[in-house]
């Protein structure tokens, strides 16, 4: 993980169909693909300028990409477990909004 910790809006896209994931094509090696702040914005639908300012703050999706060179990148497996948190938090909210 990053250096810092964050939270940001949920995703519901499927991300098997991008084409970063098509192009791998062994089911392990898809969770270290690394992906552009371009292609991680538009599997989760955000602006790109989104993923820098929330890179800035070390907060949401921003904290989990790193510097190579002069590109920022993210790892897959990265990017899949934080949606699937993001649902997580979102679905226990809903569930805790309901038990009141």
């Known amino acids: 993980m990053g250096p810092c910790e ?3 809006a949920p995703m519901t ?3 098997e169909d991008h084409p970063a994931a098509k192009a791998i094509s062994d089911p392990a090696a898809i969770n270290h693909a690394l992906l552009t702040v371009s292609e991680v914005a538009e599997l989760t639908r955000r602006t790109p300028s989104s993923i820098y300012s929330e890179r800035y703050r070390c907060e949401g999706l921003g904290a989990l990409g790193v510097r190579i060179g002069r590109k920022i990148l993210f790892r897959r497996g990265d990017i899949d477990a934080y ?3 993001r649902i997580r938090a979102e679905q226990r909210a809903r569930a805790a909004e309901l038990g009141r």
């Open 6 to 8: 964050g939270g940001a």
């Open 13 to 15: 896209r499927d991300i």
């Open 83 to 85: 949606i699937a948190e």
